[in-house]
């Protein structure tokens, strides 16, 4: 029982687009539970400090002064009368996480520059004003981005790292009080002004639907701790970026209005555990404009409706926030959330605490094989540019292998890079791989993703400001040879024999690489799926898979997924206790979630990645595929084999012959490709060679006979 003092809460107006699920004010537990995350967040380093903070006033102050220079002098160049030149203006705004109050030290500041119609993004933004930036000795590390999806000025003004966007508004004159919240900001602005000024439009919807900002705050501030510590905070990896967690807590705040974060927390796992993606997250309802933009509406245009995570934006034009998450990331993504709750629930029951919760993703612990991405430049400067485009098109191989092995190989993104110290201008991405869970191999099945790699890495070859010294390389490397950079300290910590809360499954994979010259050889990995086993409701439904060879040449015949059409026009949900944890008070919960996730939206899905992230790569594909041949007589033959993989079986069987050991990382490429792609159509690099890796996955029950046979 709570004290009377915390049951006495009013209901606040209602916000978002059904009834809440519960109006319930905070026990004594939720209180103490309350006190004891905001205590945790801070000892971890979550809050800056109020010097840092006087430090963000004092740049954004200087920052703004330095714009409303800029726009005077470009109007008076432009030979504008002195009025004008006196009433010309421009304003920063501030948006992404610094707005919504929940950065923490040393984190980016998202800022806007607003400008009046004659200041041109081209030529005066990122011209005058960057030569006046870049004259500025309080600015380094200046860095344009003009040809983002949304252009970019990115530097550091006194240490504080600031990401600076630019609008041009139809307006002669920027008022000082401008409200840019009013649909009317958008008239007869382009595609770019759009983009840049959703970000800010986006966050002050959020502010202005969630009940109690400090409660958001606190939940929004522990679920993205909690997504960096669990590896799913990554808008370009195909997880969620801030924005998208900032929405998602935003919705449980509207379904339980006066709930304390310990209780909010507990119920994001809740529902989102019980979601049924692709159902869409809003905030309030999506309403068209006399403008005519686009909003997201999978019945009005098709390329909504591939979407897999849905999660929509409140501002005017409304969009799906999270369009980058593929069928791997959202998996998971789900089982995260399920891990979630379950900890939670042992947290309701005293047997657990908040670090449980925030316990660190082993990622180099769950899988037995990665693939390791390599990228190097000659100098930082190129380096920075290098890798910021090879991460923008990594999402582009997870989805490729994706779709290239019916879903049956998935791929799980490291969200972070690393550098090996000891090379100089590198880092690398690893992703881990694993068959699809709870489908049974059969004998001889493979999954060939030769040409999905080199057409991966063709793509990233076409880079326009692509200078020498810029190389990309594909590894193969087993769980036991990651490089010791990659952990903390540089020291590989001591694996214990079982992970300690993880499930572990063995399966049997082999890789053909090149071998020496006209040898076909294959080399046996470790079995790729070790990944974290959970619950999941398709564990337990038979599934069989007859033989198939997935090959990346073969076509791809649509999977129709029917799903369910929700209705809006629900009755109102009825008001549930928030602390009563009883089976049956959690069950009527449960009939309030689905009735929540409403609309007049049908969720159909016919490819689980999106189409127009891949509808160009069919011209290439064919290009590759005419360069190696067809891949499905096996590894391709070549009188100079360069690189070998390791020499090791899981099932005991022993060493595969004909390979030679070369470290711990297998290079899945040969000269010859290189030669004919030098020679052909445009290569990543001269010295390069390209990759060839085909994943054969065999009975999980033959190998795990195997292996008691050698007990």
Same mark, same amino acid.
């Given at each position: ?55 963000? !006033?004092?740049?954004?102050? $200087? ?5 409303? /220079? ?57 011209? !005058?004003?960057? #030569? ?13 981005? &003009? ?38 900001? /958008? ?36 679920? $993205? ?116 709750? !379950? ?22 612990? =769950? ?15 190129? /380096?920075? #540019? ?12 997870? /989805? ?23 090379? &100089? ?10 068959? #699809? ?15 999905? =790699? ?24 087993? $769980? ?29 994979? #082999? ?88 609309? &007049? ?87 390069? $060679?390209? &990759? ?20």
């Amino acid at each position: 029982m709570g004290s009377p003092g915390l049951n006495n809460w009013n209901k606040v107006q209602r916000l978002g687009i059904t009834e809440p699920i519960s109006w319930s004010g905070p026990t004594e537990f939720d209180v103490i539970k309350t006190h004891e995350l905001e205590k945790y967040l801070a000892v971890v380093g979550l809050y800056e400090s109020q010097e840092e903070a006087v430090s963000r !006033e004092e740049v954004l102050g $200087r920052l703004d002064q330095i714009v409303k /220079l800029w726009v005077k002098s470009i109007s008076r160049a432009k030979g504008l009368n002195e009025q004008m030149v006196q009433e010309a203006n421009a304003k920063i705004f501030t948006f992404g996480s610094y707005r919504l109050g929940v950065h923490g030290p040393g984190a980016d500041i998202d800022t806007l520059c607003v400008g009046p119609r004659h200041a041109t993004r081209e030529e005066d933004f990122f011209g !005058e004003l960057h #030569k006046m930036l870049s004259e500025s000795p309080e600015v380094t590390e200046l860095h344009p981005v &003009p040809d983002a999806h949304v252009p970019v000025m990115k530097f550091k003004f006194s240490g504080v790292s600031i990401d600076l966007l630019y609008a041009k508004l139809s307006l002669w004159v920027v008022p000082e009080d401008l409200d840019i919240s009013q649909d009317s900001i /958008l008239q007869n602005v382009d595609e770019q002004t759009v983009r840049s000024l959703n970000g800010c439009r986006v966050t002050d919807q959020i502010l202005c639907l969630v009940p109690n900002i400090q409660n958001f705050r606190t939940t929004l501030r522990c679920m $993205r701790f909690w997504a960096k510590r669990r590896g799913v905070y990554s808008n370009v990896s195909g997880f969620l970026g801030g924005i998208n967690w900032a929405l998602l807590v935003a919705r449980i705040c509207q379904l339980y209005p006066n709930a304390l974060p310990n209780m909010l927390v507990s119920r994001f796992f809740r529902v989102y555990t019980q979601w049924r993606w692709p159902n869409p997250v809003m905030l309030c309802d999506i309403e068209d404009s006399s403008l005519g933009l686009q909003v997201w509406d999978p019945r009005r245009y098709p390329k909504d409706k591939f979407h897999l995570m849905p999660i929509i934006t409140p501002a005017y034009p409304c969009m799906n926030s999270s369009y980058n998450v593929s069928s791997s990331t959202l998996r998971i993504m789900t089982e995260e959330f399920q891990r979630g709750n !379950e900890m939670c629930e042992t947290m309701e029951a005293n047997k657990a605490d908040w670090n449980t919760l925030f316990e660190l993703y082993p990622f180099f612990e =769950v899988y037995k094989n990665y693939l390791q991405i390599d990228v190097t430049a000659a100098n930082v400067d190129d /380096l920075r #540019k290098w890798k910021g485009w090879v991460e923008s098109r990594l999402r582009q191989l997870t /989805l490729k292998i994706e779709r290239y092995t019916f879903n049956m190989l998935q791929c799980h993104p490291h969200p972070g890079d690393f550098s090996d110290k000891s090379k &100089p201008f590198h880092c690398c991405y690893f992703m881990g791989l694993q068959r #699809k869970q709870g489908v049974q191999a059969k004998e001889g099945e493979q999954f060939d993703i030769r040409l999905t =790699v080199e057409e991966f890495k063709h793509a990233v070859g076409m880079y326009t400001l692509r200078k020498p010294g810029m190389e990309i390389h594909v590894s193969h490397v087993k $769980r036991r040879n990651i490089p010791n950079f990659v952990f903390p300290g540089g020291i590989r910590p001591l694996r214990p024999s079982k992970l300690a809360g993880e499930s572990k499954r063995v399966l049997e994979s #082999k890789v053909r690489c090149q071998p020496e010259a006209d040898k076909s050889t294959e080399a046996v990995l470790d079995g790729v799926d070790d990944r974290r086993k959970r619950k999941r409701e398709d564990d337990n439904v038979p599934t069989t898979m007859g033989s198939l060879k997935c090959s990346p040449v073969n076509s791809i015949a649509p999977c129709s997924t029917k799903s369910n059409e929700v209705v809006r026009d629900s009755p109102p949900v009825g008001l549930l206790s928030a602390t009563d944890v009883s089976s049956s008070t959690k069950e009527a919960e449960s009939l309030a979630i689905e009735k929540i996730m409403s609309g &007049p939206y049908v969720a159909h899905q016919a490819f689980p990645e999106e189409l127009e992230e891949l509808e160009d790569d069919f011209e290439n594909r064919n290009q590759v595929k005419d360069l190696l041949g067809s891949s499905k007589g096996g590894p391709m033959e070549s009188s100079t084999a360069k690189e070998v993989v390791t020499d090791t079986s899981i099932d005991g069987a022993g060493p595969c012959s004909g390979l030679r050991s070369k470290g711990s990382l297998e290079e899945l490429e040969t000269d010859e490709l290189a030669a004919k792609l030098s020679n052909g159509i445009h290569s990543t690099s001269t010295a390069q $060679r390209k &990759p060839l890796i085909r994943l054969n996955f065999t009975s999980l029950a033959k190998a795990t006979d195997k292996r008691e046979q050698l007990k």
